[in-house]
């Protein structure tokens, strides 16, 4: 067998074990079947997205009391943050709001946007709210937290911030409250996850396959070395 068709062999098992599949299974969660005509909608217990797939639970809730509410365009109050359609608001204020898979499946974050309850016009409000993010890793390592600042900034009525947590890898679980001494309210929409698909595992048969081909690669080569042969002039 040749060298380089050996390598070839090796080669194919490697990459046959850190393909990822090409289809994703990216989902937008915006909140928009929420919306009514007129007036806020009312979520009691957890929200889970029409998908089935994700829920969005907050601390202390339970079925028999308001856990979420909708945003409306009512003034200083609420935002529209998609022109007209609708975002989420932690009813319960400061209380821990997390996201997670009903099937446990990890799931990877893009951008989502942020936005203070109030509006900071003549003064009003806190110039920025500070918001704990933790993220809990599919792998069984140590949660990381971190605290990031969005602004709400004076003479507006509201400051809408999309954060993007596309660098934070594969999650079983993401949360966030309110840091700041305020009333907590903060609004959320545009929710982008992705089903984190693994890498592909070898299985024991490629991995023998692996081994073989390094052997009879290392073989070749000391046998080059000894039929190599020195010519002089």
Same mark, same amino acid.
């Given at each position: 067998?040749?060298?380089?068709?050996?390598?070839?062999?090796?080669?194919?098992?490697?990459?046959?074990?850190?393909?990822?599949?090409?289809?994703?299974? %990216?989902?937008?969660?915006?909140?928009?079947?929420? !919306?009514?005509?007129?007036?806020?909608?009312?979520?009691?217990?957890?929200?889970?997205?029409?998908?089935?797939?994700?829920?969005?639970?907050?601390?202390?809730?339970?079925?028999?009391?308001?856990?979420?509410?909708? =945003?409306?365009?009512?003034?200083?109050?609420?935002? $529209?943050? $998609?022109?007209?359609?609708?975002?989420?608001?932690?009813?319960?204020?400061?209380?821990?709001?997390?996201?997670?898979?009903?099937?446990?499946?990890?799931?990877?974050? +893009?951008?989502?946007?942020?936005?203070?309850?109030?509006?900071?016009?003549?003064?009003?409000?806190?110039?920025?709210?500070?918001?704990?993010? =933790?993220? #809990?890793?599919?792998? +069984?390592?140590?949660?990381?937290?971190?605290?990031? /600042?969005?602004?709400?900034?004076?003479?507006?009525?509201? #400051? !809408? #911030?999309?954060?993007?947590?596309?660098?934070?890898?594969?999650? %079983?679980?993401?949360?966030?409250?309110?840091?700041?001494?305020?009333?907590?309210?903060?609004?959320?929409?545009?929710?982008?996850?992705?089903?984190?698909?693994?890498?592909?595992?070898?299985?024991?048969?490629?991995?023998?396959?692996?081994?073989?081909? /390094?052997?009879?690669?290392?073989?070749?080569?000391?046998?080059?070395?000894?039929?190599?042969? =020195?010519?002089? %002039?």
């Amino acid at each position: 067998m040749k060298i380089h068709h050996i390598a070839a062999v090796a080669s194919a098992v490697i990459a046959s074990s850190t393909l990822l599949p090409t289809a994703g299974h %990216a989902t937008l969660i915006d909140f928009n079947e929420l !919306k009514k005509p007129s007036g806020e909608t009312y979520v009691y217990g957890a929200y889970t997205d029409p998908t089935g797939d994700y829920q969005l639970s907050a601390g202390r809730c339970s079925s028999s009391n308001t856990c979420f509410i909708t =945003t409306v365009n009512n003034g200083r109050r609420n935002i $529209d943050f $998609d022109a007209g359609q609708t975002g989420l608001t932690n009813f319960l204020g400061s209380a821990v709001a997390t996201l997670s898979r009903l099937d446990s499946e990890a799931f990877t974050l +893009g951008t989502i946007d942020f936005a203070y309850n109030y509006g900071n016009q003549s003064g009003y409000g806190p110039t920025e709210v500070g918001l704990l993010f =933790t993220f #809990t890793f599919a792998d +069984g390592s140590d949660p990381l937290s971190e605290t990031i /600042f969005i602004p709400n900034t004076a003479g507006e009525w509201l #400051t !809408k #911030t999309s954060l993007d947590f596309s660098g934070y890898g594969a999650l %079983a679980a993401f949360s966030w409250k309110p840091t700041t001494s305020t009333s907590g309210f903060i609004q959320f929409d545009n929710i982008n996850v992705d089903l984190a698909i693994p890498a592909a595992v070898p299985e024991p048969a490629s991995w023998a396959m692996l081994t073989l081909g /390094f052997g009879l690669l290392g073989g070749a080569l000391r046998s080059g070395r000894r039929t190599g042969r =020195t010519i002089f %002039a």
